[in-house]
Each structure stands twice: as structure tokens, then as C-alpha cells.
């Protein structure tokens, strides 16, 4: 809830991808850091998120698959 794109796009890997509410996807940390840094400035300037992991899948012994749920509040998009 800090707002950091830089951050929360470091959270994954660099090859890590993120499918948004919309159903975009986004395929590198770059991608997913500039889709944040626009959407803080934008409709989710004044969001705050909650996420519930619901599995983590191990690929390898440097690569998983997460799977969760984000709820997003107070954003200034659709109800997904």
C-alpha cells in the first residue's frame, strides 16, 4: 500500500508475469513497474490492496507460479 512501483514490480522476477483486474498482461518487471506507476497516478491513486496467496507452484528451484486473489478498494475503475 506504499504506492512503490518499483517495489511491488521487484517482487517478481524478471521474467515474472502479471494478468491485471482488466485482463491485461504484463511480461517483465518493466511492464509490470510502468503499468503501476501510471495506475498509482491514475485510478488506483487513492487504492488500497489486500492479497490472499491461494497456492504457490514450484517450477524449479528459481521459478514458481503464484496464484492469489487481490482485492482492490477505493480505486476509480469498474467493480471487477
Known sequence: NSKDAVVLA???STKGELISLAGGIFKSQNEIQE?????????????????????????????AVVDGIWKVKNASIPNY
Do not use: T
Not at 52 to 61: H, K, M, S, V
Open 10 to 12: 521487484n517482487s517478481f
Open 35 to 63: 503499468f503501476f506507476d501510471e495506475g498509482f497516478k491514475g485510478p488506483y491513486k487513492n487504492a488500497k490492496f489486500e492479497k490472499n496467496i491461494q497456492y504457490i507452484r514450484f517450477q524449479d528451484d528459481s521459478h
